[in-house]
């Protein structure tokens, strides 16, 4: 395959950037999104020119590391209706001879680092605002102890499985990151664990999420459409339903 | 944003409701606009105070939906200040990517609308002063009147359907896929609901169904 790829070159965050077009030959169908950008950096590599940063790791589709626009979807799912990160979308799902625009997430909370690396530190912090359980850390208990309602432990699980990676602020016409708070909310209210915080957590995690720069949630829905593990909208009212239940109890003393 | 958006959806039902009057005749539909200025709660409250309380409740939950969206559209234009080259539009619907325009946009026709049959500032074939009913039926009667009134219906109707929706989802309804397809669906119902509604009594005049 031949791909002509359009794609985001930024020196850093000061500078300003610009699409570069690029032609990748011998392009195998069975590679996936980035092995293609792995073999066009090659080849950039081989001629003396600056490689196309990315952030990648594990290439499974299971780190949340990888993640770049492409022809205008995060993750460049399009109109598939299998959810994917980027390393799991392989070259067999474009045409040969295709032009292919490629972007970083752009968001207010996401500055770009590098071409397409953006800082998705704004994440951890919002984590670090409530995103976790207070417990003693000792030997495992007794695993009966704590029953988890069935219904309730799977919709944590489903949520838990948000790997990070930021597609849902990408593809939010407000760049809003309320996806990614829901999926972590959902996560620790469903469990009888993330009980004894539960009302306080919503509110630091929300704060520091708009004191972060993300934008307000309208409902539109675009980020559960590009989001890789299918974390559901309605755990956006889940978290919503959390915030307003924690408008009537005290924080503290 | 979601409570005084679904206020309004709320005043707008009514509105609806009170302008399908107008089949029941000149006396009746004027009876009925004569007792919303005057006689609600009398003699609770004096006459002609009621009227006052629920313009005074109505301007403060437009002024706080409106505040409410230049605020989340600041923060939205402030979280993507540079732009995407090509963007691919997944789930989004036409009414929900026309929010803000077309929020602008039917505050400007409502304007007109208070200036027109409120204040009688804007005269659409009747003198000020008119009675309720002739005011409707001549103005109603000229084409124009019913096209503007009719898109301006269209972008209250689409600003409803995105916004039921979104305002349920708010306050917490969205609870499955099974409720996000209910409540997609009711805000489609509320929208095509009002269209209609509303649409019914200026067609009638304008083809003489009601004179």
């Known amino acids: ?253 | 944003m979601a409570i005084t958006g679904l206020i309004m959806v709320g005043f707008l039902l009514m509105h609806m409701y009170g302008n399908l009057k107008v089949f029941l005749g000149a006396d009746s539909f004027n009876h009925y606009a004569e007792w919303l200025k005057g006689d609600i709660l009398y003699p609770l409250v004096p006459s002609g105070v009621f009227i006052w309380v629920f313009r005074v409740f109505l301007l403060v939950a437009i002024v706080a939906h409106i505040w409410s969206a230049a605020v989340l559209t600041g923060r939205a234009h402030a979280a993507r200040s540079s732009k995407y080259a090509v963007t691919k539009r997944l789930s989004q619907t036409y009414a929900a990517r026309t929010m803000r325009w077309g929020g602008v946009i039917l505050a400007g026709f409502l304007v007109f609308h208070l200036l027109q049959f409120t204040a009688q500032v804007v005269t659409t074939g009747f003198q000020a002063g008119a009675t309720p009913y002739d005011m409707v039926i001549a103005s109603f009667s000229q084409w124009w009147v019913t096209l503007a009134y009719a898109v301006w219906v269209a972008i209250v109707c689409l600003h409803v359907r995105h916004g039921v929706w979104s305002a349920l989802t708010t306050l917490g309804a969205n609870t499955s896929p099974k409720a996000r397809a209910f409540l997609n669906g009711l805000a489609w119902v509320i929208a095509i609901v009002l269209f209609v509604g509303f649409m019914i009594m200026p067609l009638a005049v304008q083809f003489g169904w009601v004179k």
């Open chain 1, 1 to 253: 395959m031949i791909i002509n790829l359009r794609v985001w070159r930024q020196a850093n965050a000061q500078s300003a950037g610009k699409m570069v077009s690029y032609r990748v030959e011998n392009v195998s169908e069975d590679m996936s999104f980035l092995e293609m950008l792995d073999l066009l950096n090659e080849d950039l590599t081989v001629k003396g020119e600056e490689p196309i940063a990315f952030d990648h790791d594990c290439r499974e589709g299971i780190c949340g590391m990888c993640g770049v626009v492409i022809n205008g979807a995060a993750h460049g799912r399009a109109s598939s209706p299998v959810p994917t990160t980027t390393c799991q979308l392989h070259m067999r799902s474009f045409a040969d001879g295709a032009t292919i625009d490629v972007e970083p997430w752009r968001a207010g909370a996401f500055p770009v680092i590098k071409d397409l690396v953006v800082d998705r530190t704004a994440f951890d912090r919002i984590i670090q605002a409530g995103g976790f359980i207070s417990i003693n850390a000792g030997s495992a208990p007794e695993a009966h102890s704590v029953p988890a309602p069935k219904i309730q432990a799977d919709r944590a699980f489903d949520a838990a499985t948000c790997i990070g990676c930021g597609a849902c602020v990408a593809a939010c016409p407000n760049g809003s990151g309320m996806l990614f708070t829901a999926a972590k909310i959902t996560h620790l209210a469903m469990l009888p664990q993330g009980q004894p915080e539960r009302y306080t957590r919503v509110k630091t995690m929300l704060a520091q999420h708009d004191a972060d720069g993300f934008g307000g949630c309208t409902n539109i829905g675009e980020c559960a459409a590009v989001c890789p593990k299918s974390i559901p909208l309605d755990t956006i009212s889940a978290l919503n339903r959390d915030l307003m239940k924690s408008l009537f109890r005290k924080d503290g003393k």
